[in-house]
């Protein structure tokens, strides 16, 4: 595995808009979704369909070196069915699947072989597959150089709604470690990725952005930096007359514990993230239909767990 996936292993193990400050504290965040999405598995990651009646996320294995993507859907009453694999996932390792905006892509990485290889890669590419006219997810196809690069890790691709492509990985003209970037969409391909600069990236290491879908701002997880409070915390910047401003810290989500795998729902409403903090007490609503309490005893116990925060009271 590339050394990032050894670092973000290694820190979990040990752990378990407007760009000034509100003028009143935004909402805590909450858990969100026990006993389906929050399970006390490492649970990371969610993406809506743009009606949202059918949602991806993903469970990691105990060590976070093997991911997988689950999908649910919504039933007639309103209820998420039990997740099942989509057909574009299976015995490769998965992760950060996006929903277009128009709901008839979703992007992810994957470390399945690519044209002409065979077994497991040791890295991750981004790979996307499209819903057929049944409305089931066809075969995963893999998004080609220059974007995917062979031995190289892509992270968490995110699109604009212009097809604009933002992804995280480590490459030659990078600010550091991995970095955040963009490959531009020119009709049919992409035009070379850019890296975003050092508004948003450092040496330390960025990896999962997540964009606006007019690229008004950005939210993404860092890797100890300086104004950082865990080992991963999520940052914003906006986007004012064609340039990024300086990444922020989101002082109501960062803790001591780790914050990571940020996305928005479909609405702009909820910022969803994952984190390792600390939870007791009550989980809030539950998800799991028929009820299944062996599926929340694990919550807060350092594991990834989903929470959301009200996404427009803190950008107000």
């Given at each position: ?121 040791p890295t991750h590419d981004i790979w996307y597959a499209t819903l057929d006219s049944t409305g ?159 599926t929340v005893v694990g919550i807060g116990r350092g594991t990834g767990d989903i929470y959301r ?8």
């Open positions: 595995m590339a050394r990032v996936l050894l670092l973000v292993a290694t820190l979990f193990l040990a752990c378990a808009a407007s760009p000034s400050t509100p003028s009143t504290p935004p909402p805590k965040p909450e858990l969100f979704g026990a006993g389906l999405f929050s399970t006390g598995a490492w649970d990371f990651f969610l993406s809506y369909s743009p009606d949202e009646q059918r949602a991806l996320f993903c469970r990691a294995n105990d060590s976070f070196t093997v991911f997988q993507i689950y999908e649910t859907r919504r039933d007639p009453g309103g209820s998420w069915r039990a997740p099942v694999l989509p057909r574009f996932a299976g015995s490769w390792s998965n992760a950060d699947p996006h929903i277009t905006l128009d709901g008839r892509t979703v992007l992810f990485i994957s470390n399945r072989p690519g044209p002409g290889q065979t077994g497991p890669q089931e997810w066809g075969d995963a196809v893999r998004v080609p150089e220059p974007i995917s690069m062979a031995g190289v890790d892509e992270w968490s691709p995110s699109v604009a709604a212009n097809g604009n492509l933002y992804f995280g990985t480590e490459r030659v003209g990078g600010v550091g470690a991995n970095d955040l970037w963009v490959a531009r969409r020119n009709g049919a391909g992409y035009d070379p990725p850019e890296n975003l600069g050092d508004s948003i990236n450092t040496s330390r290491g960025e990896v999962e952005p997540w964009i606006a879908r007019d690229e008004s701002y950005l939210i993404f997880s860092g890797r100890g930096r300086p104004d950082g409070v865990g080992g991963f915390d999520l940052y914003v910047s906006h986007r004012r007359n064609g340039k990024w401003t300086k990444a922020r810290p989101i002082e109501a989500v960062n803790t001591k514990a780790l914050e990571f795998n940020p996305s928005v729902s479909p609405d702009g409403k909820w910022l969803y993230f994952s984190s390792t903090r600390p939870h007791t007490g009550p989980v809030g609503e539950r998800l799991d239909v028929p009820r299944n309490d062996s925060m009200s996404l427009r009271a803190y950008l107000r």
